[in-house]
């Protein structure tokens, strides 16, 4: 039975919460904020974690990146969840790894549906360690890139967008289908997003990203290099 934490300082939304995921069978434990989510993440590693973002003392942003720091907790699925709407809101947390994006106030239908959604993307396969094309070289465990040899520093999102193009070199990937993956909803918000990305991430392999080709009205392709 998957384990779902709460951290929700509101109580009435985080009763809600709760009510709605035990009768879709999951266990559930709540936490008001960053310290006893720590202390709990030390004993049991959950399924997934609701995480609130305006909490008290230390937001869910930086508890978002601590969490993707972590060994244990780097791949948890962690659904955000706030008051604010805004477009800005939701890319800063989905770029620090935020696998989906729930605004206040939201139906418990969605939530459980967003949740099993999550939950089932979370089961694949396992992932080769090392990834590579031409000077690229991506430790997917360690979650380091380099690019002949020289360290490259990404984003949540664009190491998970380096990586899908990675393991699909050769094959082109429409931008449906890589906001899907790598953003894992149904993006409502601004529809350029996956362009924005693709070309910091150019920026910043410097002479890799050369190999990131455009296909037109379709998407993106990484060409194999030797």
């Not at 202390?39 to 959950?46: M, T």
């Not at 999550?118 to 992932?127: F, H, K, S």
């Amino acid at each position: 039975m998957p384990l779902i934490y709460i951290v929700e300082d509101d109580v009435n939304i985080r009763e809600i919460q709760r009510y709605a995921l035990k009768n879709s069978g999951f266990q559930v434990q709540e936490f008001e904020c960053a310290r006893e989510l720590r202390q709990a993440v030390e004993k049991e590693v959950p399924s997934l974690i609701l995480l609130d973002i305006m909490l008290p003392g230390e937001n869910g942003l930086d508890i978002l990146a601590e969490l993707r720091r972590g060994i244990a907790t780097a791949k948890v699925p962690v659904i955000m969840v706030t008051a604010k709407s805004s477009e800005l809101d939701k890319v800063k947390g989905l770029d620090m790894g935020a696998d989906d994006y729930m605004t206040k106030p939201f139906g418990v239908m969605e939530l459980i549906s967003r949740v099993k959604a999550l939950l089932r993307r979370a089961e694949d396969l396992p992932e080769a360690a090392v990834l590579s094309n031409g000077e690229i070289v991506v430790d997917t465990k360690q979650r380091i890139v380099t690019v002949g040899g020289e360290v490259c520093e990404l984003t949540f999102k664009e190491f998970e967008l380096l990586k899908m193009l990675l393991m699909n070199a050769g094959i082109v990937l429409s931008r449906d289908k890589i906001m899907d993956q790598v953003w894992g909803f149904d993006y409502e918000g601004e529809s350029r997003t996956v362009d924005m990305h693709i070309k910091t991430l150019r920026q910043k392999l410097g002479r890799g990203g050369s190999s990131i080709k455009t296909v037109r009205n379709v998407g993106y392709r990484m060409d194999r290099e030797n």
